[in-house]
């Protein structure tokens, strides 16, 4: 089992900044995918980013590609998420996953969910 926990989310205007985490403890291991996703009142949850926790590239949909920079430190066992000029369309409920799927974008494609962290983007 892997425990995610993140937290990091909270309220801004537009253009500004934040950085979220997602702390993993449990059976984590340099296979797994770490992935961002997001979903908004009425909508999909949506894929946002992802990286290996091995290294090597990252993916990320193409609305937030240049402004969001997932990255990760193993020493800490913990993932980010910079996200720099925020839209008020980025406002929603942010989860962290873990899976073995490379690159995963779908949520069945990841096995372990934390419980998601809140943000909100005001014009």
């Known amino acids: 089992q892997v425990q995610l926990v993140e937290s990091g989310g909270g309220s801004v205007q537009a253009g500004g900044s934040l950085r979220l985490s997602c702390a993993a403890s449990g059976r984590t291991s340099s296979s797994y995918v770490m992935g961002w996703f997001r979903q908004a009142p009425g909508n999909k949850r949506e894929f946002v980013a992802a990286i290996r926790w091995s290294g090597g590239p990252t993916y990320y949909r193409d609305s937030v590609k240049g402004r969001f920079t997932i990255s990760r430190d193993n020493a800490k066992n913990t993932v980010y998420l910079r996200m720099n000029s925020l839209k008020p369309e980025d406002t929603a409920v942010y989860y962290c996953?873990?899976?073995?799927?490379?690159?995963?974008?779908?949520?069945?494609?990841?096995?372990?969910w934390g419980q998601g962290t809140q943000v909100t983007v005001s014009s």
């Open positions: 996953a873990a899976g073995l799927q490379w690159v995963g974008t779908q949520q069945n494609e990841y096995d372990y």
